[in-house]
């Protein structure tokens, strides 16, 4: 790597620990260090939320599927932005008012208010599994995608990792979740600038015209996106892509703990729900710049053809950056993808901590004040970040990214969007019934993994499953 690039990288990680430590909370409060109690107000404090929004969900794994699905298979991936405008509507007026009517506590306290303990400690289970399985994946995968980015040999595996998770760490169990808001805020323009400046490199490198680039793309049927065939064996339809991704991305709005948390951080439900405005234009903004990337990607080998070019393509993009990029901007995207998995790892290490200490030891354990919850938050983050970490050493071989990704969150996101739906619709049926319903979906969710139907459809099976068979559990009077 050459010393340029090391030197932007630095810069960047000193900048955004510095951040980190600058802007924690001030007081020795369990409730602000979990969920901000509302502390991020006026408009630079819903837009810094809806940047930490956008940044959480787009980690390093975002970097390689999105472009790397593109690459291989032209734009119909970009469909899953049509469902964030869809996902707006939904929470600005019909979740966050309901959610937030009567919640500014633990984001899950709303599940127990309507259906007691047993459901609530059931989602709150399901996302400790899900979250840590996932931040192993999230840490494991840019690791290698930088490896080749950055020349280095595979000893350099361990040393990235742990860098990237003991740094998340810090500055999560010093700033909770303020400093992890204004450090996503911080690390999403690293994402957008990075992304920027690639394309610009490509196109003003390729040497054929913008129109010229765009008729090659459609002549190869790259820039085809609408294939209406109801398909549930394809992954790649419209309505396989737009129904399955939006469902999948409802799951992580309306029942992802890291999601809740920055809702209750905003001051008010339109705050929030402007919040989400600004993530939704800022997500919309990097899906569409990815799968640009990838589109480039293809168009830039097919001019200049390397017979060295990596059979897998999840490889292909740091392969372009260790070969093709000048110094200095290597490092930066390098850095925009240590940004992204660094952004995701901080608020699941929060998120984590928070459900742990506030839904398990709290319930479980002896009354605490809240500077004792506060010390013991820091510790189960502590904790979570190195056991995050080490997963993340040991997760490195994942197969097809976009497929794990979704299977995993939608086996498990959907049965928790199916609860977060009954909780905020009121809807009459019974604990045991919500309990039957989510170990029904998630059955459903895994069934469909073992059969020919495409994973894309594993949120919504899991999230109606949930819904049927609790409403149908109470139709048969149980």
């Known amino acids: 790597m050459r010393t340029l690039d090391i030197t932007v990288i630095l810069v960047y990680l000193l900048i955004v620990v510095s951040a980190g430590i600058a802007y924690r909370g001030k007081k020795h409060d369990s409730e602000e260090f979990f969920t901000g109690k509302g502390g991020f107000k006026g408009k630079l404090g819903f837009v810094l939320i809806g940047l930490s929004i956008a940044a959480t969900l787009f980690s390093g794994l975002s970097f390689v599927i999105y472009t790397s699905t ?23 007026f019909w979740f966050l008012p309901r959610y937030l009517k009567n919640n500014r506590g633990h984001p899950y306290a709303i599940i127990e208010q309507r259906f007691g303990p047993g459901p609530r400690l059931c989602v709150s289970g399901m996302f400790i599994l899900m979250r840590i399985a996932w931040m192993g994946a999230m840490l494991s995968a840019p690791t290698l995608v930088l490896l080749g ?25 010093l700033g909770g979740i303020r400093s992890v808001i204004i450090t996503d805020a911080i690390q999403f323009l690293v994402i957008a600038v990075g992304l920027i400046l690639i394309i610009g490199f490509m196109l003003v490198r390729i040497d054929v015209s913008t129109m010229e ?10 820039l085809t996106i609408f294939d209406f065939r109801l398909d549930f064996t394809e992954t790649y339809t419209f309505w396989g892509v737009l129904v399955g991704m939006t469902i999948s991305g409802l799951g992580s709005y309306c029942a992802d703990l890291m999601m809740l948390q920055r809702y209750l951080a905003a001051e008010s439900p339109r705050a929030a729900a402007n919040a989400f405005a600004v993530n939704m234009w800022g997500s919309i903004t990097v899906i569409v710049s990815l799968v640009t990337v990838g589109l480039l990607l293809w168009v830039w080998y097919r001019h200049h053809p390397d017979p060295n070019i990596p059979t897998r393509t999840d490889q292909v993009l740091s392969y372009f950056i260790a070969r093709e990029l000048p110094a200095g901007m290597s490092g ?21 901590a928070g459900t742990i200490t506030d839904d398990w030891i709290v319930r479980f354990g002896r009354t605490r004040s809240s500077i004792e919850l506060f010390r013991l938050g820091r ?14 050493g040991f997760t490195a071989q994942l197969g097809p990214l976009f497929q794990v990704s979704q299977t995993i969150l939608g086996a498990f996101l959907g049965p928790m969007f199916g609860c977060m739906i009954l909780v ?43 819904i049927l068979c609790a409403h149908l559990f109470r139709r048969a009077g149980t």
């Open 332 to 352: 930066l995207l390098i850095a925009a993808i240590l940004a992204a998995t660094m952004s995701s790892m901080t608020s699941g290490i929060i998120a984590l």
């Open 424 to 466: 905020v619709s009121n809807a009459k049926v019974r604990p045991v019934g919500v309990l039957t319903g989510m170990a029904v979906g998630t059955l459903a969710g895994w069934m469909v993994v073992t059969t020919a139907v495409s994973f894309i459809w594993v949120a919504p099976i899991s999230s109606l499953a949930t």
């Open 213 to 222: 680039i765009a008729e090659e793309l459609q002549g190869a049927g790259r």
């Open 149 to 173: 980015a950055a020349n280095l040999a595979d000893e350099w595996f361990w040393p990235i990792v742990l860098l990237t998770g003991i740094t998340c760490t810090l500055y999560t169990v």
């Open 70 to 92: 593109a690459y291989a298979h032209g734009a119909r991936i970009i469909l899953g932005a049509l469902g964030i405008p869809i996902a707006w509507a939904v929470l600005r």
């Open 379 to 392: 510790i189960v983050s502590v904790v979570i970040g190195l056991i995050s970490t080490i997963a993340g």
